[in-house]
């Protein structure tokens, strides 16, 4: 009785509870967990493109602009956290990005516009995982065997078979286990290529350093735009508020310590693999660290068993990833297929689940076999996603949830970053567009080569 009685604000929150809620975002879960899971949502491949990014931006504003999106991340997380809590408190405890800005900012529009912007980036980001994880694939076999006759897309369908597999995984809860592994391989890779990049960077034949930027000033600004957006897209996530749903309430307070563990690990995976692998590139610095280690022209620059390592480790934490932001969609896809009053694993839901998930998988595989410039897609997607989701939206969450002050500090810095990454995301958004036209005529169907 007295559990029932702890527990009754929380049930009374959720008295409309449904398939979606109950099942896929099961509220069973520690504040480590949370950290798994952000971890996994945020630490991934990408961070082997910040070499990239710091091409397009020089030392100096490079880590500037990675410390203060790490910072302003960070801060924005923490205040959706604490927007979460408060409503937990009052009662209405969400559990869904978009009803949470629908109920605070009051607007019906506002449900559907980040349903939109969430969809777009968690089915592309599972797109890019099968793509991704389908490349490390190929380049594992292109060693084995250099003449095979085996096409980029065959491996894109050995990935989506397994993950067809894993998409059987009933509860966004049940991935923890898997989140943690997920954890423990970005730091195993990050360290592999940090290796890799101090020998390459030492060797006899060491590529020669040039950090100096483009020579024309409009295509300097639009590269520091296209790696700012970058940046930000390494840094989004789009899925707190569902990952703090998997938190056993009361979540108050958990949050925080889950977003101190990812970031203690953004910590030592984002630097180091940033400085290390810009230190020896330099402006040559490839979209995939790993691609400048292991040129098509000549002998790897690290010991290929290193660097063999290091792609298996990110084709197991690429399975991961497409777990993580496939959630949302099963989520959806739960809320209006199952029953809630029959058992998870009941015939009645588990056939549904079975099939809609497989579909769901299957459509992924099959645009990312057809669009292997999937990366330039996805460059204009985080900016236009992630900025309004990660930048924009938690600190409005906040200005209209606690109604700081209009002459307290925290008001204005809220409504600086507002207005500082709205402009970044229209310029990301632009010079990411400008990218994808430039590199159209490179653009094929069913490629077996990946654009950069």
Same mark, same amino acid.
């Given at each position: 009785?007295?559990?029932?009685?702890?527990?009754?604000?929380?049930?009374?929150?959720?008295?409309?509870?449904?398939?979606?809620?109950?099942? @896929?975002?099961?509220?069973? #879960?520690?504040?480590?967990?949370?950290? %798994?899971?952000?971890?996994?949502?945020?630490?991934?491949?990408?961070?082997?493109?910040?070499?990239?990014?710091?091409?397009?931006?020089?030392?100096?504003?490079?880590?500037?602009?990675?410390?203060?999106?790490?910072?302003?991340?960070?801060?924005?997380?923490?205040?959706?956290?604490?927007?979460?809590?408060?409503?937990?408190?009052?009662?209405?405890?969400?559990?869904?990005?978009?009803?949470?800005?629908?109920?605070?900012?009051?607007? &019906?529009?506002?449900?559907? $516009?980040?349903?939109?912007?969430?969809?777009? !980036?968690?089915?592309?980001?599972?797109?890019?995982?099968?793509?991704?994880?389908?490349?490390?694939?190929?380049?594992?076999?292109?060693?084995?065997?250099?003449?095979?006759?085996?096409?980029?897309?065959? $491996?894109?369908?050995?990935?989506?078979?397994?993950?067809?597999?894993?998409?059987?995984?009933?509860?966004?809860?049940?991935?923890?286990?898997?989140?943690? @592994?997920?954890?423990?391989?970005?730091?195993?890779?990050?360290?592999?290529?940090?290796?890799?990049? !101090?020998?390459?960077?030492?060797?006899?034949?060491?590529?020669?350093?040039?950090?100096?930027?483009?020579?024309?000033?409009?295509?300097?600004?639009?590269?520091?735009?296209?790696?700012?957006?970058?940046?930000?897209?390494?840094?989004?996530? #789009?899925?707190?508020?569902?990952?703090?749903?998997?938190?056993?309430?009361?979540?108050?307070?958990?949050?925080?310590?889950?977003?101190?563990?990812?970031?203690?690990?953004?910590?030592?995976?984002?630097?180091?693999?940033?400085?290390?692998?810009?230190?020896?590139?330099?402006?040559?610095?490839?979209?995939?660290?790993?691609?400048?280690?292991?040129?098509?022209?000549?002998?790897?620059?690290?010991?290929?068993?290193?660097?063999?390592?290091?792609?298996? $480790?990110?084709?197991?934490?690429?399975?991961?990833?497409?777990?993580?932001?496939?959630?949302?969609?099963?989520?959806?896809?739960?809320?209006?297929?199952?029953?809630?009053?029959?058992?998870?694993?009941?015939?009645?839901?588990?056939?549904?689940?079975?099939?809609?998930?497989?579909?769901?998988?299957?459509?992924? &595989?099959?645009?990312?076999?057809?669009?292997?410039?999937?990366?330039?897609?996805? &460059?204009? @997607?985080?900016? !236009?996603?992630?900025?309004?989701?990660?930048?924009?939206?938690?600190?409005?969450?906040?200005?209209?949830?606690?109604?700081?002050?209009?002459?307290?500090?925290?008001?204005?810095?809220?409504?600086?970053?507002?207005?500082? %990454?709205?402009?970044?995301?229209?310029? &990301?958004? %632009?010079?990411?567009?400008?990218?994808?036209?430039?590199?159209?005529?490179?653009?094929?169907?069913?490629?077996?080569?990946?654009?950069?």
């Amino acid at each position: 009785m007295a559990e029932a009685a702890t527990n009754g604000p929380f049930r009374d929150a959720r008295q409309d509870e449904d398939a979606g809620a109950a099942f @896929v975002l099961e509220s069973k #879960g520690k504040w480590w967990h949370a950290g %798994f899971h952000l971890t996994t949502a945020i630490v991934g491949p990408t961070i082997l493109t910040l070499p990239y990014a710091f091409r397009g931006l020089g030392w100096g504003i490079g880590f500037l602009c990675l410390t203060v999106m790490g910072v302003v991340t960070f801060y924005s997380y923490y205040l959706m956290s604490l927007v979460l809590d408060h409503c937990e408190k009052a009662g209405r405890r969400h559990i869904r990005f978009r009803e949470l800005a629908a109920d605070v900012l009051g607007s &019906g529009w506002m449900f559907y $516009f980040v349903i939109f912007i969430q969809t777009a !980036i968690n089915t592309g980001i599972s797109i890019g995982a099968i793509l991704l994880a389908g490349e490390c694939l190929q380049i594992m076999y292109s060693e084995l065997s250099p003449s095979g006759s085996l096409k980029l897309y065959h $491996f894109i369908a050995m990935v989506t078979a397994v993950m067809i597999a894993l998409s059987q995984f009933p509860t966004f809860h049940s991935l923890r286990h898997i989140n943690l @592994v997920s954890l423990l391989l970005s730091l195993g890779y990050t360290f592999l290529v940090v290796g890799a990049c !101090i020998h390459a960077g030492t060797s006899e034949n060491a590529p020669p350093k040039d950090y100096s930027l483009e020579s024309s000033e409009s295509t300097r600004v639009f590269n520091a735009f296209t790696s700012i957006s970058i940046i930000a897209a390494i840094f989004g996530n #789009g899925i707190l508020p569902e990952i703090q749903a998997t938190l056993a309430p009361p979540a108050t307070g958990k949050m925080l310590k889950g977003l101190l563990m990812c970031y203690t690990v953004i910590f030592f995976t984002f630097y180091s693999a940033a400085v290390s692998g810009y230190w020896v590139f330099g402006n040559k610095s490839n979209s995939n660290i790993l691609k400048s280690l292991m040129p098509d022209e000549g002998p790897s620059l690290a010991p290929v068993p290193v660097l063999g390592l290091a792609v298996i $480790f990110v084709l197991l934490q690429l399975f991961a990833i497409g777990l993580v932001y496939s959630q949302v969609a099963y989520e959806i896809m739960e809320k209006q297929s199952a029953d809630v009053n029959q058992g998870i694993f009941s015939k009645r839901n588990l056939i549904p689940r079975i099939i809609l998930r497989s579909l769901y998988v299957i459509l992924c &595989g099959f645009f990312a076999a057809m669009l292997p410039f999937f990366g330039d897609i996805n &460059g204009v @997607v985080g900016a !236009i996603g992630f900025i309004p989701l990660d930048f924009i939206l938690p600190m409005l969450l906040y200005n209209m949830t606690f109604k700081p002050s209009k002459s307290s500090f925290i008001y204005w810095i809220n409504n600086s970053i507002i207005i500082v %990454f709205t402009g970044a995301g229209l310029m &990301g958004a %632009f010079s990411s567009t400008r990218k994808l036209v430039l590199d159209a005529k490179e653009f094929k169907l069913f490629s077996s080569d990946v654009v950069d």
